[in-house]
């Protein structure tokens, strides 16, 4: 990995390596799902940040692109994409995410946000527990029914990832090793919304409660989320329609995402979820 480079990119020609890397990392069939070479060059002359990264021999391998965006009076950069190719990731992706936070800071910028899919294990570790992101806003099918075969088969539901990239939060995060981070007790022993048992390859929901009153709340979620919507797709409908409800029915009363964790032993990932009223406003280590 230490032979990767990552450079902002400003040529065409770089804009069509990137166009033919979104079809390869998420197997798009349709170019309506695609940002078009054009797209970045517009948006790249007015302030878009747009990473390329690149192996030995100058083959373009990952890359991350986000758009200038306001949110409310807050200028912001919008994340649209972020995509490595399989065999590099295990760390290109944070490194990307990281490049893109210092060029924001370098602009000016305290807020970065984007989407992420709530049921993917992965991009809930990445975003929460390694970047520190926060998410309080749910919202159905963004982006309509997808012909990615990382995204087919269920509703595009998202949660709002938002990275307040010079936050005290975000620094610990970044500069604290995740095997460093030891939960209290108090967080460790917080009640479960859902309670998930091993149903065949996979984990199923048995119940959910959507009254629990307490500071803070895990929601669990199970892990390959990917395989369970191709091999079992009955199964992962029903998830995304139960997550849906508990993000809906919590985040109205006020609580948001602060963290996440998994047990792969277990198939599980878990959300944690907190009332900042009551849990203190900085999310927990």
Not at 153 to 174: F, K, N, S, Y
Request: charged share 25%.
């Amino acid at each position: 990995m230490s032979a990767i480079t990552i450079r902002q990119l400003s040529t065409y020609d770089d804009y069509l390596r990137v166009y033919d890397l979104e079809r390869t990392v998420w197997g798009f069939s349709d170019p309506l799902d695609m940002v078009p070479p054009v797209v970045f060059t517009i948006t790249v002359k007015r302030g878009a940040i747009l990473l390329g990264a690149f192996d030995a021999d100058d083959r373009m391998v990952g890359f991350s692109y986000s758009l200038v965006g306001m949110k409310g009076h807050t200028p912001l950069q919008w994340s649209h994409m972020t995509g490595v190719l399989p065999e590099y990731r295990g760390g290109l992706g944070l490194r990307l995410k990281l490049t893109q936070r210092e060029r924001a800071i370098a602009l000016g910028y305290h807020l970065i946000e984007w989407t992420f899919d709530p049921l993917q294990t992965m991009n809930a570790h990445l975003n929460v527990a390694k970047l520190g992101c926060v998410a309080e806003e749910y919202h159905r099918n963004v982006y309509g029914e997808s012909t990615s075969d990382l995204h087919r088969g269920t509703p595009t539901d998202r949660l709002v990832a938002q990275w307040h990239i010079t936050d005290a939060h975000v620094e610990r995060r970044l500069q604290t090793p995740e095997a460093m981070r030891v939960a209290s007790a108090e967080v460790a022993a917080v009640p479960t919304i859902n309670r998930t048992v091993h149903a065949g390859a996979w984990r199923a929901c048995e119940s959910i409660d959507l009254a629990l009153d307490a500071p803070r709340l895990w929601l669990e979620i199970p892990v390959g989320w990917t395989e369970l919507q191709r091999d079992a797709p009955e199964m992962a409908m029903t998830w995304r329609l139960q997550t849906r409800e508990v993000f809906e029915a919590y985040f109205s009363r006020g609580y948001r995402v602060v963290d996440f964790a998994v047990r792969r032993e277990d198939g599980v990932g878990r959300y944690l979820l907190a009332d900042p009223s009551r849990a203190g406003t900085t999310p927990t280590p």
